[in-house]
């Protein structure tokens, strides 16, 4: 690999590192790149044990391992002196890069424009492991570790953590002593203006084909006699969400809605017949689609599972074959701030970045909080370190250079809380 740049913001070390992450193709939603999420582990596994971490990999069948970093005062140069157990969550998975075309370089090379690192997932969220790995290293090496830390790496948030809980409860033993977790895969709206967050939506996700010919038809011969299949979805969706209001439609969708929360739906794409040049005069024979919803606080995953269905199956016409299949769901959460370690990160917060942090809610899903909170029962503080313009999920993803480099001294101070 090659070292792509290093300044005032980003180190050499720290610049090879962070690049040679990025180069990994770790996209947990491409089952023919499950290579590269190995790699991404394996890469992960060496950095650790390199500053003295015990590792530890979780898996079932062949999904993308959990990786446990445990950082003991045995294992360390330097011993925990404080007594605590910090556990630390990002993930190592990342979402497409398509469309490539529309990245102004390529997208797995580390690239430094403008005060901005580009590539995919630097900010979403190979970003924030790098930060972790060289706030610790740093500590470590400066005798100025005080607590135990436990690194929680996920290789499948990008999928819908679908083995998450279960991967966990392998892991319990291994986290059971932690007093706090912190979930790094948040950031702030502005440069220099910390947030934490205490609240974030759930998530349902659908995908459905619909059938209704064997195959492709002449839309001169069939035109007005067959169903079109796009037009049923187009017609299917139209009912689900009022467009000018935004209101869905779906009967007791809102039954457990508190005033000014806003659940969403969302069509994410549409696939059927033929849109390639020029044009094909066909009644296409099916279509597919993927869409989601996203919940608010006591909205549960599963009663909107059933109502998505019931309406579905009552609005598709008669005689039209269907296959809905559910894609994955994510419980909202709602986080307790009222305790000192929120109060302590704080403090850091605003020392560093010279602003008093802003407390608010999401409108994201990350399936490993509601998870780690049912489970232990600790305090979890959810905060990061990009801003609104990084793109994420998008062409063009970067994180700002002085953010990052704050980022990491923020981290430094929260290790030794």
């Given at each position: 690999?090659?070292?792509?740049?290093?300044?005032?913001?980003?180190?050499?070390?720290?610049?090879?590192?962070?690049?040679?992450?990025?180069?990994?193709?770790?996209?947990?939603?491409?089952?023919?790149?499950h290579?590269?999420?190995?790699?991404?582990?394996?890469?992960l596994?060496?950095?650790?044990?390199?500053?003295?971490?015990?590792?530890?990999?979780?898996?079932?069948?062949?999904?993308?391992?959990?990786?446990?970093?445990?950082?003991?005062?045995?294992?360390?140069?330097?011993?925990?002196?404080?007594?605590?157990?910090?556990?630390?969550?990002?993930?190592?998975?990342?979402?497409?890069?398509?469309?490539?075309?529309?990245w102004?370089?390529?997208?797995?090379?580390?690239?430094?424009?403008?005060?901005?690192?580009?590539?995919?997932?630097?900010?979403?969220?190979?970003?924030?492991?790098?930060?972790?790995l060289?706030?610790?290293?740093?500590l470590?090496?400066?005798?100025?570790?005080?607590?135990?830390?436990?690194?929680?790496?996920?290789?499948e948030?990008?999928?819908?953590?679908?083995?998450?809980?279960?991967?966990?409860?392998?892991?319990?033993?291994?986290?059971?002593?932690?007093?706090?977790?912190?979930?790094?895969?948040?950031?702030?709206?502005?440069?220099?203006?910390?947030?934490?967050?205490?609240?974030?939506?759930?998530?349902?996700?659908?995908?459905?084909?619909?059938?209704?010919?064997?195959?492709?038809?002449?839309?001169?011969?069939?035109?007005?006699?067959?169903?079109?299949?796009?037009?049923?979805?187009a017609?299917?969706?139209?009912?689900?969400?009022?467009?000018?209001?935004?209101?869905?439609?779906?009967?007791?969708?809102?039954?457990?809605?508190?005033?000014?929360?806003?659940?969403?739906?969302?069509?994410?794409?549409?696939?059927?017949?033929?849109?390639?040049?020029?044009?094909?005069?066909?009644?296409?024979?099916?279509?597919?689609?993927?869409?989601?919803?996203?919940l608010?606080e006591?909205?549960?995953?599963?009663?909107?599972?059933?109502?998505?269905?019931?309406?579905?199956?009552e609005?598709?016409?008669?005689g039209?074959?269907?296959?809905?299949?559910?894609?994955?769901?994510?419980?909202?959460?709602?986080?307790?701030?009222?305790?000192?370690?929120?109060?302590?990160t704080?403090?850091?917060f605003?020392?560093?970045?010279?602003?008093?942090?802003?407390?608010?809610?999401?409108?994201?899903?990350?399936?490993?909080?509601?998870?780690?909170?049912?489970i232990?029962?600790?305090?979890?503080?959810?905060?990061?370190?990009?801003?609104?313009?990084?793109?994420?999920?998008?062409?063009?993803?970067?994180?700002?250079?002085?953010?990052?480099?704050?980022?990491?001294?923020?981290?430094?101070?929260?290790?030794s809380?």
């Amino acid at each position: 690999m090659h070292i792509i740049f290093y300044n005032k913001h980003v180190d050499k070390k720290t610049s090879k590192l962070f690049s040679d992450f990025v180069s990994i193709q770790s996209v947990s939603t491409d089952p023919s790149r499950h290579g590269e999420i190995l790699k991404a582990v394996e890469f992960l596994k060496k950095e650790l044990k390199s500053i003295g971490f015990e590792v530890k990999t979780y898996q079932k069948d062949n999904c993308p391992p959990l990786i446990i970093g445990i950082c003991k005062p045995a294992s360390a140069k330097a011993p925990a002196r404080r007594g605590k157990t910090l556990g630390i969550y990002a993930h190592y998975d990342v979402q497409p890069e398509d469309p490539i075309g529309e990245w102004d370089s390529p997208p797995f090379k580390l690239v430094s424009k403008n005060g901005k690192l580009f590539g995919r997932g630097v900010a979403d969220d190979k970003g924030h492991i790098i930060q972790i790995l060289v706030a610790i290293k740093k500590l470590i090496e400066t005798g100025k570790l005080e607590n135990n830390i436990v690194l929680i790496f996920e290789g499948e948030e990008e999928t819908g953590s679908v083995n998450f809980e279960y991967l966990i409860n392998q892991a319990k033993q291994d986290l059971k002593k932690i007093n706090v977790f912190y979930v790094l895969d948040m950031g702030m709206e502005t440069s220099n203006q910390p947030e934490i967050f205490y609240g974030l939506k759930g998530l349902i996700g659908f995908g459905i084909e619909v059938r209704t010919n064997k195959q492709d038809l002449h839309s001169g011969v069939y035109g007005n006699k067959a169903d079109n299949p796009i037009q049923i979805l187009a017609e299917l969706f139209s009912k689900i969400k009022d467009s000018r209001t935004n209101k869905i439609l779906i009967p007791h969708f809102y039954d457990k809605v508190k005033f000014s929360l806003h659940p969403s739906f969302d069509i994410h794409g549409i696939t059927g017949g033929y849109a390639g040049k020029g044009i094909k005069t066909i009644i296409p024979a099916m279509a597919h689609a993927k869409f989601s919803f996203r919940l608010i606080e006591d909205q549960n995953p599963d009663e909107i599972e059933k109502l998505v269905s019931d309406f579905i199956r009552e609005n598709i016409p008669k005689g039209v074959e269907y296959t809905l299949k559910t894609l994955g769901k994510l419980n909202p959460f709602y986080a307790d701030i009222n305790n000192k370690y929120v109060k302590e990160t704080d403090k850091i917060f605003t020392e560093i970045f010279g602003k008093k942090t802003l407390f608010k809610r999401s409108g994201g899903s990350i399936g490993a909080t509601s998870t780690l909170a049912k489970i232990f029962k600790k305090p979890l503080i959810l905060t990061g370190f990009t801003l609104s313009d990084c793109n994420i999920h998008s062409p063009n993803e970067n994180v700002d250079e002085e953010m990052f480099e704050k980022g990491i001294k923020a981290l430094e101070r929260i290790f030794s809380l």
